[in-house]
């Protein structure tokens, strides 16, 4: 009895019950229409004018349907009551598409229609089944003028069997509104579950999400190993001179106070923004090229910096990478370069193109690749490809040069 009456299929007969009083707004709107041109009829007592106004109101239910809102609306029904198989996801949010929204239709008309039929069984079946039931044991029920018996079946053996008829109609009942909700059940997928155009909508929005939540990981590789890299390097020239030259122990640890406390407020910037859970994180925002004098005073590092053009003009997007380049340059300028030699750093303006050149020192002995490490140059590359530009990177008269050409019109994308 399980498929007729278990958890399931009770939710489910739930589910098309919901679709019966859905439908009577429907239905009585039928019922007037028909009763306009057969005023004669009385309409309840007449099963031919109820199945006419049945025929009326589908109609008139898959044309509300149609709206955008319908779907959601019946995809939470059919989440909760219809015992839909995990691997089978419904749709979320309003249909927009043609597609989507006849689909839709569709869903609540076989969903209205079947619970109509449904209900009224349930409504006329159940009372009548249990009244054949009594007829043994109550004689009011055999003489009730609603059964009106005919003499034919007032005899004991007949009575005899009626509670098994009764019982029969009942099981009989549960067995169309256990096909009933299977039917539906197996639809649901089909009519609410996400269209081609649908799939392509998330598809776009996830790869957006992806988008800005990989920028956010470059923020996040670009702004903090920086600072780790100056902060090891200042600390170590600290130690080695800690008895011999306090003056520039105080300038280190100064140098390290200021490096880390910009680097606390970029942080908190991005966790805020990996922390909207619900939405698209915004694109990433932080300081520019005005900002740059800052950044070379506590680099770690001396750094000769010359500027050809208005750099105050070069536009916010386009500003924020050329900040995040060089500081991902001279962070592999610290760990990768010569001790103590100086970094040349210009910045070019030019028509419609900026350009950044930085050239650091080799050191001495190749360096030690970490492992998990070689993320700069290409977080660099990504960041030049965003905006248009393009970076070359490579040996130099003796020494490394990394060079970025950026265009100063970013794209749309970038500039929100």
């Not at 739930?14 to 306009?36: D, E, K, N, S």
């Not at 449904?118 to 039931?133: E, K, R």
């Not at 009011?140 to 004991?156: G, I, N």
């Amino acid at each position: 009895m399980t498929p007729l009456l278990g958890r399931r299929a009770r939710q489910r007969w739930l589910h098309l019950i919901i679709g019966g009083a859905l439908l009577m707004p429907y239905f009585l709107v039928g019922t007037v229409i028909v009763g306009a041109y057969r005023p004669e009829a009385t309409l309840f007592a007449s099963p031919a004018g109820q199945l006419i106004a049945f025929a009326y109101a589908l109609p008139m239910a898959a044309v509300t349907a149609l709206l955008p809102l319908a779907r959601p609306l019946s995809v939470s029904v059919a989440r909760a009551l219809c015992g839909l198989p995990a691997d089978r996801p419904l749709a979320d949010g309003p249909a927009r598409t043609r597609q989507a929204r006849i689909r839709s239709a569709a869903w609540f008309t076989l969903h209205v229609g079947l619970g109509g039929i449904v209900s009224g069984m349930t409504l006329a079946l159940v009372p009548f089944a249990v009244g054949v039931m009594g007829l043994p044991f109550f004689a009011t029920v055999r003489d009730s003028p609603v059964l009106d018996l005919p003499p034919a079946l007032d005899r004991t053996w007949v009575l005899a069997l009626a509670p098994l008829a009764g019982v029969a109609m009942l099981v009989a009942l549960a067995g169309c509104a256990a096909a009933a909700g299977a039917l539906l059940a197996n639809r649901a997928p089909a009519l609410l579950g996400p269209t081609p155009d649908d799939r392509l909508a998330a598809a776009e929005r996830r790869a957006a999400e992806l988008a800005v939540r990989n920028r956010l990981a470059r923020e996040l590789h670009d702004s903090v190993g920086h600072a780790l890299s100056a902060v090891t390097l200042q600390a170590g020239a600290a130690r080695r001179v800690l008895d011999s030259d306090p003056e520039f122990v105080l300038a280190a640890l100064t140098a390290i106070e200021e490096t880390t406390r910009r680097t606390v407020g970029e942080l908190d910037t991005v966790l805020g923004l990996l922390r909207k859970d619900d939405e698209v994180p915004d694109a990433p925002s932080g300081p520019g090229l005005d900002a740059l004098d800052g950044l070379l005073a506590h680099c770690g590092m001396p750094v000769a910096y010359a500027a050809d053009g208005e750099t105050g003009t070069v536009p916010a997007a386009v500003s924020r990478e050329a900040y995040r380049i060089v500081q991902e340059g001279l962070s592999n300028a610290l760990r990768h370069g010569g001790r103590g030699e100086p970094a040349r750093l210009r910045i070019t303006v030019r028509t419609g193109e900026l350009e950044i050149a930085l050239d650091s020192p080799l050191p001495a002995r190749p360096a030690v690749v970490r492992p998990g490490g070689g993320l700069g140059l290409r977080g660099i590359a990504e960041r030049a490809v965003l905006l248009g530009g393009r970076t070359e990177a490579g040996p130099h008269d003796g020494g490394w040069r990394l060079t970025a050409r950026l265009p100063l019109h970013a794209p749309a994308q970038e500039q929100r």
